[in-house]
């Protein structure tokens, strides 16, 4: 397996002064990873501050944050009208992540800020992706998933190029999900699909050997808790 650089962003809004609790879960599931990143990138928008300071983490692990001012919105916010962009702020992210692991000469690997992983997921990314270029997973509801996915060094310009020629997101036929099954089908040799994971379907099934869960609920947190799981 190649050295990757693992990049997410990281969202809070303005107003909302709550202490995040959920960050020093999120970061130590990270360094859990085997292998683990050689560099963590986190992209903070809207003058966001994860609380890396009150938490503990594998010193192995050098970690660098990014600290915005802006918000490029969501996919709705551009829909809608509300920003007057051409990309919402998780492509913003994947992009200047990508390029940010491609300087770095590794893989990259993005994970949101609200996925947690469990087993050999880098492992199994590793395999599904073969002679591929990038690697994702499944939703039922939707197109893809995109909470967790691999794209190989050599393929990141490629990968950067190709989603900048979709066009702008402020069309549902461009958002993330739909741009990367289209992507996929017009070049299925580069583009793959793993298998594990539950990503925001549910239920999900804790006695999997590799999965990984999005948008998890606090009842659900609890549950990984009383599994010795976080």
């Not at 990143?37 to 501050?49: E, L």
């Not at 609380?51 to 600290?67: A, F, G, M, N, Y």
């Not at 549902?172 to 298998?195: I, T």
Request: net charge negative; proline share 5%; hydrophobic share 40%.
């Amino acid at each position: 397996m190649n050295p990757y650089t693992l990049i997410s962003g990281y969202h809070r809004k303005r107003d909302d002064s709550r202490y995040d609790t959920f960050f020093q879960t999120w970061l130590n599931n990270v360094c859990k990873l085997n292998p683990q990143p050689q560099r963590i990138i986190i992209i903070a928008d809207s003058g966001a501050r994860p609380p890396l300071s009150d938490c503990q983490w594998d010193i192995r692990v050098p970690i660098t944050v990014i600290h915005l001012f802006g918000n490029l919105g969501s996919c709705g916010d551009l829909i809608h009208g509300n920003k007057p962009h051409h990309f919402a702020g998780w492509t913003g992210v994947v992009l200047s992540g990508a390029l940010l692991a491609y300087t770095n000469e590794t893989d990259f690997v993005f994970m949101e800020q609200d996925c947690l992983c469990f087993g050999d997921v880098i492992g199994e990314m590793d395999k599904a992706i073969g002679d591929g270029g990038i690697v994702f997973g499944n939703f039922p509801s939707q197109p893809c998933a995109q909470s967790l996915f691999l794209v190989r060094h050599a393929y990141i310009p490629e990968f950067v190029r190709l989603f900048l020629s979709q066009g702008h997101q402020k069309e549902q036929k461009n958002l993330g999900e739909h741009v990367f099954a289209r992507l996929e089908s017009e070049h299925p040799e580069q583009w793959k699909r793993f298998a594990f994971g539950f990503d925001r379907a549910r239920p999900f099934k804790l006695d999997d050997e590799v999965f990984y869960i999005q948008q998890m609920t606090a009842a659900e947190l609890e549950e990984l808790k009383k599994k010795g799981l976080i």
